[in-house]
């Protein structure tokens, strides 16, 4: 489809607030305990552009190259999540070009970005993936052992856990994601409480575009969500 003009998004983005709002409203949450993520994957530069025009700040990039492609020169206030499971050998450009990665799950993920980080003294934000929906084609730890491996996470002076993320099921009933946003939260209000390596595990990433209202429900801090805003548009090769 061709793509959006500023108009045209600026009357997405009002539509979207509206559903923030009220989801929150609904949930007795205030609008701003929810940040707003403009997935721009598969997306040109010049509709991130209208977007900061707009007042966007946070921006979700799946693929590492499409965010260093629109990234990689750094814009004030701007910040560049990875929402994308990253290639070992992709991991050093991610941490170039993120401010953020929700997609972390494993280990050695971890001690290649702290060794990564430390080498440029850079403090890189990062989340668990969880894979709630329990779907083999989706990426991300079980909700089964994402206890044991959150307490094995090792100390990383350049890495700041954040928190949880994870993607809806994929049934097209927002209501079945909703056990799995709870426990993401349940898990994550058990991790903060516990303070250490946690003290700053207060972010929630769940809730894309057919089912955010669910995830503010259920506690998402952030809502990834491309489709509302920029439309659909044909996967990249």
Same mark, same amino acid.
């Given at each position: 489809m061709?793509?959006? !003009? $500023?108009?045209?998004?600026?009357?997405?983005?009002?539509? $979207?607030?509206?559903?923030?709002?009220?989801?929150?409203?609904?949930? =007795?949450?205030?609008?701003?305990?929810?940040?707003?993520?403009?997935? /721009?994957?598969? @997306?040109?530069i010049t509709s991130v552009e209208n977007a900061i025009q707009l007042g966007a700040k946070e921006f979700g990039e799946n693929r590492v190259q499409e965010a260093i492609e629109k990234f990689s020169t750094p814009r004030a206030g701007i910040h560049c999540h990875i929402i994308g499971p990253i290639q070992a050998n992709k991991l050093r450009k991610a941490a170039s070009v993120a401010d953020s990665i @929700? !997609?972390?799950? !494993?280990?050695? %993920?971890?001690?290649?970005?702290? /060794?990564?980080? %430390?080498?440029? #003294?850079?403090?890189?934000?990062?989340?668990? =993936?969880?894979?709630?929906?329990?779907?083999?084609?989706? +990426? #991300?730890?079980?909700? +089964?052992?994402?206890?044991?491996?959150?307490? +094995?996470?090792?100390?990383?002076?350049?890495?700041?856990y954040r928190g949880l993320m994870t993607i809806g099921k994929n049934t097209g009933r927002a209501e079945d994601s909703r056990a799995g946003f709870c426990f993401l939260r349940e898990m994550r209000d058990k991790m903060h409480a516990s303070g250490g390596l946690f003290e700053n595990f207060s972010e929630l990433s769940m809730g894309m575009t057919e089912d955010l209202e669910v995830a503010i429900e259920e506690g998402a801090t952030l809502i990834r969500v491309g489709t509302a805003l920029f439309g659909e548009r044909a996967r990249l090769i």
């Open positions: 061709p793509e959006l !003009s $500023l108009e045209a998004l600026e009357k997405r983005r009002e539509a $979207l607030e509206t559903r923030i709002i009220l989801a929150c409203k609904a949930c =007795q949450r205030p609008r701003e305990s929810v940040t707003l993520i403009w997935v /721009s994957k598969f @997306h040109p @929700h !997609s972390i799950a !494993s280990l050695d %993920a971890i001690h290649k970005l702290e /060794s990564i980080c %430390a080498e440029t #003294g850079k403090i890189l934000d990062i989340l668990i =993936q969880v894979n709630t929906s329990e779907e083999d084609t989706k +990426s #991300g730890i079980t909700m +089964s052992e994402t206890e044991s491996f959150l307490l +094995s996470l090792p100390e990383a002076p350049h890495l700041r």
